[in-house]
C-alpha cells in the first residue's frame, strides 16, 4: 500500500504560513522526514525559515525543491482556508496546490522509494516573498557542503487541467524598471522657457513600445515588454512639470540577459532625453534546461505513470527553479494550478495521490 500524501498535505495546510510566517510548517514536515530516516538541517537566513533534507550519501543525488509559504488567503472562502478540509474528495485550504500538496506528494514518495542514490529536499519559507534569503541562499550552502544533485525537480503546479500535461524546463527572466526623465518646470503658457519632461518621457515610451523586442525562439515566446505606470504627480493644470516617470516589466527570453537589456533601455532613452535617471533591478534571468537522457527519463516517467506524453514547455512567470539552474539541470512539475492564489484554493485527494504516484516513478527513473 503506498504512502498517503493526504495527512502530510492537511498537517501543512493547518500551518497558516503566510510569507514570511513560518507557523510551525516546516517542524511538521522535519519531523515527517526525519521519521523517514533523512538528515534535516534547519537553515534560517536573515528571518526565513528554510530547510534542506537528505537520506543517503550515494549518487545518483535528485532533488525536490519546494516551499512551505503561501500568498494571504484573501476573501470569499467557504470555510476556514487553514482548516485542510476534505468535502466530497477535494481537499480545500490555502496551499493545497500551490505548493503543500506537492511538497507532501513528495514525502510520500520518498517513503516508498527503496532505489540506489540519494534523496533530498530544497525547502524555502519565502518563494511567494522577496526570495532573497531563501533557496538561492539554501543552494549556496548546499554547494559549500557538497550537496548539489545531480538533478532537481521543482514541484510548482505547472499543469492547466490535466495532471500529466506539462514539464516546464525553462523559465523567461523579468526585468523591472524605473524612469525619471528630468525636464525644467514652467509655465504652459511659455513652452519655450521651459523643458517637458513628458513629451520626452512619451516618446521614449512610444519607441521603446513601436516594435516586439525579439520574434521568438525555439523554445521561448517573444519577449514583452510591459508598461505598468506612468507618473508626474502634478496637480497644476498650467504648469509644465520639472520631471516624469514610469514603470516597465520585461518579460525575456533567453536571446537576452538582464545587463543587456539595461543597456539597450539607457541607448533608447538616451535619444530623447538628456537627463534621466534608471533603476533596473533583474529578478531572474531566462534559463533552459537541456534536452538529454535526464529530461528524457523524467519525461517518460510522467508518461509512463499518468497515461499521457507531457509536453516540455516555458511558459509562465518565474520560480525558484531560475536559482537551481545555476547549480545543476532542473525541471518543474506540479500539480494542476487552476485555483492557486485563489479563494477556495482545492485539490482533488484523487489527483493528490496520483502526484504521488507519479513522483514515486520519477525517483525510480533516477536511482
Known amino acids: 500500500m503506498a504512502t498517503d500524501p493526504l495527512p502530510l498535505a492537511q498537517a501543512l495546510i493547518r500551518c497558516a504560513s503566510v510569507t514570511p510566517a513560518d507557523a510551525g510548517a516546516q517542524d511538521v514536515l522535519a519531523a515527517a522526514l526525519e521519521a523517514q530516516g533523512f538528515r534535516v538541517w534547519r537553515l534560517p537566513f536573515g528571518t526565513t525559515p528554510n530547510l534542506f533534507a537528505r537520506r ?58 527503496e532505489g540506489s542514490g540519494s534523496v533530498s529536499l530544497l525547502i524555502t519559507g519565502d518563494e511567494e516573498g522577496p526570495a532573497t534569503d531563501g533557496t538561492v541562499r539554501v543552494l549556496d550552502w548546499m554547494a559549500a557542503q557538497g550537496h548539489v544533485p545531480d538533478f532537481c525537480l521543482v514541484g510548482e503546479p505547472t499543469n492547466p487541467a490535466r ?34 519632461p513628458v513629451h520626452r518621457l512619451v516618446r521614449a515610451l512610444g519607441a521603446l513600445t513601436a516594435a516586439p523586442i525579439d520574434s521568438g525562439t525555439e523554445w521561448f515566446e517573444p519577449s514583452s515588454l510591459q508598461i505598468t505606470s506612468v507618473d508626474v504627480g502634478n496637480p497644476a493644470s498650467n ?22 537589456l539595461d543597456a539597450w533601455l539607457r541607448e533608447a532613452l538616451a535619444q530623447y532625453a538628456e537627463r534621466f535617471d534608471l533603476e533596473v533591478s533583474v529578478s531572474g534571468e531566462a534559463f533552459l ?22 509536453r516540455l514547455d516555458t511558459g509562465g512567470g518565474t520560480s525558484d527553479a531560475r536559482f537551481i539552474a545555476r547549480h545543476c539541470p532542473v525541471a518543474e512539475f506540479g500539480l494542476v494550478g487552476a485555483t492557486m492564489h485563489q479563494a477556495n484554493e482545492r485539490v482533488p485527494v484523487a489527483e493528490l495521490r496520483e502526484l504521488s504516484r507519479i513522483y514515486s516513478a520519477v525517483l525510480a527513473a533516477f536511482s
Open 56 to 113: 543517503g550519501t550515494a549518487g545518483p543525488h535528485f532533488c525536490f525543491a519546494g516551499h512551505t509559504d503561501v500568498v494571504p488567503p484573501g476573501d470569499g472562502w467557504d470555510g476556514d482556508p487553514f482548516r485542510g478540509e476534505v468535502r466530497d474528495g477535494v481537499l480545500h485550504g490555502r496551499g493545497a496546490c500551490d505548493m503543500k500538496g506537492a511538497v507532501a506528494a513528495f514525502v510520500a514518495a520518498a517513503a516508498d522509494h
Open 163 to 196: 495532471l500529466g500535461e506539462i514539464i516546464k524546463i525553462g523559465r523567461r527572466g523579468s526585468l523591472n524598471a524605473h524612469i525619471t526623465v528630468h525636464g525644467t518646470q514652467g509655465h504652459a503658457a511659455y513652452p519655450q522657457r521651459a523643458d517637458n
Open 239 to 260: 504648469v509644465i512639470p520639472g520631471h516624469a516617470s514610469a514603470r516597465l516589466n520585461i518579460r525575456f527570453n533567453d536571446r537576452h540577459t538582464g545587463a543587456g
Open 289 to 310: 534546461t537541456a534536452l538529454g537522457p535526464a529530461v528524457d527519463r523524467l519525461a517518460a516517467a510522467v508518461a509512463g505513470a499518468a497515461g499521457i506524453v507531457p
